[in-house]
């Protein structure tokens, strides 16, 4: 009789019907969309560092009457410390930091291209990690979906946006921050939960900014704002921050991160239709051709079938040469 060979017990996630973890994703993206438009116009009574504060003193409250209401265990196990706070540093004050202080240099634009990025450093960083295999066909989808972000932007006007370099290198680094944030949350994420995983990281996140608190809370900026600012605060802080995060980190707990973070480069497709539809702006076809190609790329790297990482050989057996 010929060796038995080991079958997994459970179907990988990526073999069953995935059609929540795309209807997340695709909230997700629209979400994200509306956060540079809400973070722009907040930003135009506000500081950065003050829109960023007060964002995540909102979700932070959110996150801590979750963990209080939530069945299970309230704190992290002692073990998980480290990575919290690495992650709760990476998605506060070292992303959204880096993100809004750039934005107020640099223009949407610009962002989203630097943000387009993002597939790209996920997969090679889950490359280093092992938690990928090298494919092709990922790459080549990668690689269109940028190149739609690209001619998509162009027809809004990137080539004649002016944005600082400071800007942009801050940006970048918020770029750097999020890949990071999103290859090593994949194996936290798949032990505690989506849900439970992102609200310690948050609640984290939010600690993190308390000293940033006597320095650029101003209180009495905050109150003297308009209702339209106050509401892109209260969008960035429920939305973005609580719903759009748990949904990252859903969808993280079901396929591999680079198809998960290929779905950032629909974002611009998305701010452009949402500024069509709501500040009238023109649609070129440059949106349209960019919007197929992001789309195509999407489609490559969503049909990549992921392969399990070589087993072990089975142990002879007695009386029986290994082979």
């Known amino acids: 009789m010929g060796a038995l060979q080991a079958r997994p017990l459970n179907p990988p996630a990526e073999a069953s019907p995935l059609r929540g973890v795309y209807a997340a994703l695709l909230i997700q993206v629209v979400i994200s969309a509306g956060t540079y438009l809400a973070a722009k116009r907040a930003m135009t009574e506000l500081p950065p560092l003050t829109v960023v504060l007060w964002r995540f003193f909102l979700s932070g409250l959110v996150f801590v009457v979750l963990l209080l209401v939530l069945p299970g265990p309230k704190l992290p196990p002692r073990d998980a410390w480290r ?120 609640t984290m996140s939010t600690v993190l900014m308390l000293p940033f608190a006597p320095f650029v809370a101003n209180t009495d900026k905050l109150m003297a704002a308009s209702t339209t600012a106050k509401g892109c605060i209260v969008y960035l802080g429920l939305l973005t921050s609580v719903v759009a995060y748990v949904l990252w980190y859903y969808a993280l707990s079901k396929v591999s991160a680079s198809k998960v973070a290929i779905f950032s480069n629909l974002q611009p497709a998305a701010t452009a239709l949402a500024a069509w539809l709501l500040l009238d702006e023109s649609l070129h076809w440059e949106i349209a051709v960019g919007g197929v190609l992001v789309l195509a790329g999407v489609r490559l790297t969503q049909t990549v079938v992921a392969r399990a990482p070589p087993t072990a050989p089975l142990p002879p057996v007695a009386g029986r040469p290994a082979t």
Not at 157 to 184: F, P, Q
């Open 83 to 202: 990575r919290i706070f690495i992650l709760g540093l990476l998605a506060g004050p070292v992303n959204q930091v880096f993100f809004f202080s750039g934005l107020a240099r640099s223009t949407a634009a610009h962002g989203a291209l630097l943000y387009a990025l993002t597939p790209l450093g996920v997969y090679l960083l889950s490359l280093a990690r092992g938690q990928e295999r090298a494919s092709a066909r990922t790459l080549l989808g990668i690689a269109t979906a940028f190149v739609g972000v690209v001619v998509l932007l162009l027809g809004r006007g990137l080539a004649d946006a002016r944005g600082s370099m400071l800007g942009d290198v801050l940006i970048l680094g918020a770029v750097l921050a999020w890949v990071v944030y999103t290859t090593e949350g994949k194996p936290f994420v798949a032990v505690h939960g989506p849900l439970r995983a992102t609200a310690w990281c948050m």
